[in-house]
């Protein structure tokens, strides 16, 4: 069962360039919601978590810049600015208020540097 | 602060052998810890979690995970190996905070791990 659906699922980014990503929660049951990033090495890092609409955080991680919204109870969308390095981005979802409940990760959207 | 540690980058074996994957974490209180999988080109899979209780706990796929607070370790224990359990399996922490910490997972480097037929 998908729980998760992530738009693009990828995209080149010239240099510079913003790009704006999408993930959309199928079931209601697992409010909350973050984004994830995985570098090229494969090294996973939790960027946010943002449980009711209208929550939005900034971010600066060397290699990107990151604005993170959750627009309504089922969208949450992710800004990547001035990224210089291709990066991975995971949204999840989990059940309550995150603390030990299972997170799930949505397919990923996969972003490249021109 | 927290931080995991999956000290094997590599595991090779034969299909038919046990294995086990290497976990510890540095935590100030009782953590809660998962292990995922991801395989080549995929997102991350859920196998299993500790959260209380029985120190052994059982995922899917035939995994299971041994929590042992005495050295703050989490190994991932499967027998016997198969080849399609060839992928890279991650680690992770969730500490028992609330607000800033809330639904952040800390992840290990990951281990390859690679089941010959």
């Known amino acids: 069962v998908t729980l998760l659906e992530q738009n693009p699922r990828w995209r080149l980014v010239p240099r510079g360039q913003a790009v704006n990503l999408r993930c959309i929660l199928k079931?209601?049951?697992?409010?909350?919601m973050s984004w994830y990033q995985q570098d090229l090495q494969k090294q996973l890092q939790w960027l946010f978590t943002?449980?009711?609409?209208?929550?939005?955080?900034v971010k600066s991680l060397p290699g990107a810049d990151y604005l993170a919204t959750r627009v309504t109870d089922t969208e949450l969308r992710l800004q990547v600015a001035n990224m210089s390095q291709g990066r991975t981005l995971y949204c999840t979802c989990?059940?309550?208020?995150?603390?030990?409940?299972?997170?799930?990760f949505g397919p990923g959207t996969r972003l490249l540097v021109l | 602060a927290q931080s995991v540690d999956q000290p094997d980058a590599h595991v090779t074996l034969y299909e038919g052998a046990s294995l086990e994957l290497r976990c510890s974490y540095s935590?100030?209180?009782?953590?809660?810890l998962f292990w995922y999988v991801q395989y080549p080109g995929q997102s991350l899979q859920f196998l299993l979690k500790?959260?209380?209780?029985?120190?052994v706990v059982k995922g899917t796929k035939g995994f299971e995970a041994e929590f042992r607070k005495s050295n703050s370790s989490f190994n991932l224990k499967k027998s016997p190996a198969h080849w399609s359990d060839s992928a890279k399996y991650f680690c992770?922490?969730?500490?028992?905070?609330?607000?800033?910490?809330?639904?952040?997972?800390?992840f290990g480097h990951g281990t390859i791990l690679r089941v010959h037929p």
């Open positions: 989990s059940s309550g208020q995150g603390a030990r409940d299972t997170q799930y």
């Open positions: 079931n209601s049951q697992y409010p909350w």
């Open positions: 943002l449980r009711s609409p209208g929550d939005k955080e």
């Open positions: 935590y100030s209180a009782a953590p809660y």
């Open positions: 500790y959260i209380t209780g029985d120190a």
């Open positions: 992770a922490l969730e500490g028992r905070g609330t607000g800033a910490n809330t639904g952040k997972l800390t």
